[in-house]
């Protein structure tokens, strides 16, 4: 009688110690803002929408999976430590009853994904978490859910959890889209995912002429809008700059940022571009750093400034994606004067080829002039005009400086298409106010510049000297060369006597890896700028493609550059690399 009494004095004080633990656990839950309660399990069948699904077995389970309780879940606390201190004799005798040689009886339990409640047997959890054990048997009845829990999930996540299972519940992706992770982190984005879903139902319904089911418009947006977004996101590696968020909250925050930009800009963004400026705004990775140096630049650079930027930059903002075309934005500059559509009509001509979208831009210098009569007839004719081409496009109304608007919104697309009305003159003066020379010096993307649109570019001329501005050129040229099937002419011109050869074979050897064969090399002595002009009227070429400003801007103000003397010509349109 005096061993049994004893046992249980012990066993009291076991529980007693883990009831002082019980309220520290507490404790501690609330200064990190984490709760330490068992979950609920009807509030989370309901919620969740769970089904039992077959008859319950018998099996061991794990002890910490066990994360609630059918009807006990204020009596513990998230870790099975007892919270009343009426529990007291009955946790004693089950301690007592669990060192007995026969044992404790199997628990009950509900099974929903890998997470378990208790529906008989609380205090043997409590006194098996005790003694150390990590499994325990159980009876198991199996619920499922279309958003299954883990043993970490919380209540906190249940609002969550609950939305998700109603999203799927509506538009059955999980069965239509075996696989189709659609987990988010934060409350209410799958009302804005409907919303989108609804949007895309009503243009499908338009385009099929027939009624589109919610379930089959969920379908078609998660093939079309979603997978294509998500692809993005995982060619940028964006997750890593984002820890603990899933694809589909960034997915959100994408279309979010899209939206936003195409406020901000008064253009459509695409996915690519508005996920490398996500990045660059909300991580930590190289994008941002770049980024980051595109606006110092820009903060620095006066509205008649120049800037040499660094060989190459242009593509390093291109699509990841290999079969893409290079030119998806086209950013025309539209002055709105009768004689000032060639550089749009040029655009066009590319565009047609390219799939391109022509991102427009009329610059303001006041607010009046913004909502004048003259810009919004400007704005129908950029549109009539795309319409008849067949070309989609937007046309953006900006207020400044023309030059600075120019280059700010020029990282929004990949070729600026300049029409040339006074190119750079030939003295020092003239060069250093001109601000043509400015924008291109300052642009992030190739400049084409137009003194008169060719409707359709046959022939190809690339000015090339080995210099790292003429490699800039060369890539782009064999980029034009091969994807639009045209012939190339690849001319080497000396201004001294001196041989091309090197720079020549660079560009064969260079042409040829990349499977560019229709290659016509002519070399030629004299004047860079005349010469390259003379060279491309006799081949008969519509296109000169050269590397831009290539000697600091002092040297080029005071003895010119060759850049400019084919400019001086305004002959032909001009595609300059930087």
């Given at each position: 009688?005096?061993?049994?009494?004893?046992?249980?004095?012990?066993?009291?004080?076991?529980?007693?110690?883990?009831?002082?633990?019980?309220?520290?656990?507490?404790?501690?839950?609330?200064?990190?803002?984490?709760?330490?309660?068992?979950?609920?399990?009807e509030?989370?069948r309901?919620?969740?929408?769970?089904?039992?699904?077959?008859?319950?077995?018998?099996r061991e389970?794990?002890?910490?999976?066990?994360?609630?309780?059918?009807?006990?879940?204020?009596?513990?606390?998230?870790s099975?430590?007892?919270?009343?201190?009426?529990?007291?004799?009955?946790?004693?005798r089950?301690?007592?009853?669990?060192?007995?040689?026969?044992?404790?009886?199997?628990?009950?339990?509900?099974?929903?994904?890998?997470?378990?409640?208790?529906?008989?047997?609380?205090?043997?959890?409590?006194?098996?978490?005790?003694?150390?054990?990590?499994?325990i048997?159980?009876?198991?009845?199996?619920?499922?859910?279309?958003?299954?829990?883990t043993?970490?999930?919380?209540a906190?996540?249940l609002?969550?959890?609950?939305?998700q299972?109603?999203?799927?519940?509506?538009?059955?992706l999980?069965?239509a889209?075996?696989?189709?992770?659609?987990?988010?982190?934060?409350?209410?984005?799958?009302?804005?995912?409907?919303?989108?879903?609804?949007?895309?139902?009503?243009?499908?319904?338009?385009?099929?002429g027939?009624?589109v089911?919610?379930?089959?418009?969920?379908?078609?947006?998660?093939?079309?809008?979603?997978?294509?977004a998500?692809?993005?996101?995982?060619?940028?590696g964006?997750?890593?700059?984002?820890?603990?968020?899933?694809?589909?909250?960034?997915?959100?925050?994408?279309?979010?940022?899209?939206?936003?930009?195409?406020?901000?800009?008064?253009w459509?963004?695409?996915?690519?571009?508005?996920?490398?400026?996500?990045?660059?705004?909300?991580?930590?990775?190289?994008?941002?750093?770049?980024r980051?140096?595109?606006?110092?630049?820009?903060?620095?650079?006066?509205?008649?400034?120049?800037?040499?930027?660094?060989?190459g930059?242009?593509?390093?903002?291109?699509?990841?994606?290999?079969?893409?075309?290079l030119?998806?934005?086209?950013?025309?500059?539209?002055s709105?004067?009768?004689?000032?559509?060639?550089?749009?009509?040029?655009?066009?001509?590319i565009?047609?080829?390219?799939?391109?979208?022509?991102?427009?831009?009329?610059?303001?210098?006041?607010?009046?002039?913004?909502?004048?009569?003259?810009?919004?007839?400007?704005r129908?004719?950029?549109?009539r005009?795309?319409?008849?081409?067949?070309?989609?496009?937007?046309?953006?109304?900006?207020?400044?400086v023309?030059?600075?608007?120019?280059?700010?919104?020029?990282?929004?697309?990949d070729?600026?298409?300049?029409?040339?009305?006074?190119?750079?003159?030939?003295?020092?003066?003239?060069?250093?106010?001109?601000?043509?020379?400015?924008?291109?010096?300052?642009?992030?993307r190739?400049?084409?510049?137009?003194?008169?649109?060719?409707?359709?570019?046959?022939?190809?001329?690339?000015?090339?000297?080995?210099?790292?501005?003429?490699?800039?050129?060369?890539?782009?040229?064999?980029?034009?060369?091969?994807?639009?099937?045209?012939?190339?002419?690849?001319?080497?011109?000396?201004?001294?006597?001196?041989?091309?050869?090197?720079?020549?074979?660079?560009?064969?050897?260079?042409?040829r890896?990349?499977g560019?064969?229709?290659?016509?090399?002519?070399?030629?002595?004299?004047?860079?700028?005349?010469?390259?002009?003379?060279?491309?009227?006799?081949?008969?070429?519509?296109?000169?493609?050269?590397?831009?400003?290539?000697?600091?801007?002092?040297?080029?103000?005071v003895?010119?550059?060759?850049?400019?003397?084919v400019?001086?010509?305004?002959?032909?349109?001009?595609?300059?690399c930087?």
């Open positions: 009688m005096d061993g049994l009494t004893g046992q249980m004095a012990g066993a009291v004080q076991d529980f007693r110690r883990l009831r002082r633990q019980a309220d520290v656990e507490r404790l501690l839950a609330g200064l990190s803002g984490r709760s330490a309660d068992l979950l609920p399990f509030e989370v309901q919620k969740l929408r769970a089904t039992a699904v077959s008859e319950r077995q018998l389970i794990p002890l910490d999976a066990i994360v609630g309780s059918v009807g006990r879940y204020h009596d513990f606390t998230r099975f430590l007892p919270r009343r201190d009426s529990d007291e004799s009955r946790w004693a089950v301690l007592l009853a669990s060192n007995d040689l026969s044992g404790l009886p199997p628990i009950d339990v509900y099974q929903l994904g890998d997470a378990y409640f208790v529906v008989d047997g609380n205090h043997r959890v409590s006194v098996a978490r005790q003694n150390g054990a990590t499994t048997q159980a009876y198991v009845t199996p619920f499922r859910s279309r958003v299954p829990i043993p970490d999930f919380r906190a996540d609002i969550i959890r609950a939305e299972a109603a999203f799927l519940e509506q538009t059955c999980d069965e889209r075996p696989g189709a992770d659609l987990t988010l982190t934060e409350a209410g984005g799958y009302q804005i995912l409907r919303e989108q879903i609804y949007v895309h139902g009503y243009y499908q319904e338009l385009e099929l027939r009624p089911s919610f379930e089959e418009a969920a379908a078609s947006w998660y093939d079309n809008v979603y997978m294509p998500v692809q993005i996101i995982r060619e940028r964006l997750l890593r700059d984002f820890p603990g968020r899933t694809e589909t909250d960034l997915f959100l925050w994408l279309s979010e940022h899209r939206a936003e930009l195409a406020a901000q800009l008064g459509e963004v695409s996915a690519e571009r508005a996920a490398a400026d996500l990045a660059a705004r909300r991580g930590t990775g190289p994008s941002r750093v770049a980051a140096g595109e606006q110092m630049l820009e903060m620095v650079l006066p509205d008649d400034g120049e800037l040499l930027r660094e060989p930059a242009w593509r390093r903002t291109l699509p990841t994606n290999p079969s893409a075309w030119f998806g934005e086209i950013l025309v500059p539209i709105g004067e009768p004689d000032g559509w060639e550089a749009f009509e040029q655009a066009l001509a565009a047609r080829v390219e799939g391109s979208r022509l991102l427009g831009l009329h610059v303001v210098p006041d607010e009046a002039r913004r909502a004048a009569s003259e810009v919004a007839a400007l129908a004719e950029f549109e005009r795309c319409a008849a081409a067949g070309v989609h496009g937007n046309l953006a109304v900006d207020m400044g023309v030059g600075r608007s120019i280059r700010a919104r020029s990282r929004w697309a070729l600026l298409a300049l029409q040339i009305k006074y190119p750079p003159g030939p003295s020092p003066l003239a060069r250093l106010t001109s601000s043509l020379r400015a924008i291109i010096r300052g642009s992030l190739p400049v084409l510049t137009v003194p008169r649109a060719v409707t359709t570019l046959e022939r190809l001329l690339l000015a090339y000297d080995g210099s790292p501005k003429a490699d800039e050129a060369l890539a782009l040229a064999t980029y034009l060369a091969g994807r639009w099937h045209k012939p190339l002419y690849v001319a080497s011109v000396s201004e001294d006597g001196h041989s091309v050869e090197g720079p020549r074979l660079r560009a064969r050897a260079y042409l890896e990349h560019v064969d229709n290659v016509t090399f002519v070399s030629e002595i004299g004047p860079a700028g005349p010469t390259i002009v003379a060279l491309a009227d006799r081949v008969g070429a519509d296109l000169i493609v050269m590397g831009g400003y290539g000697r600091d801007p002092l040297s080029d103000i003895l010119g550059s060759a850049v400019e003397a400019l001086q010509n305004r002959h032909l349109p001009t595609l300059i930087q």
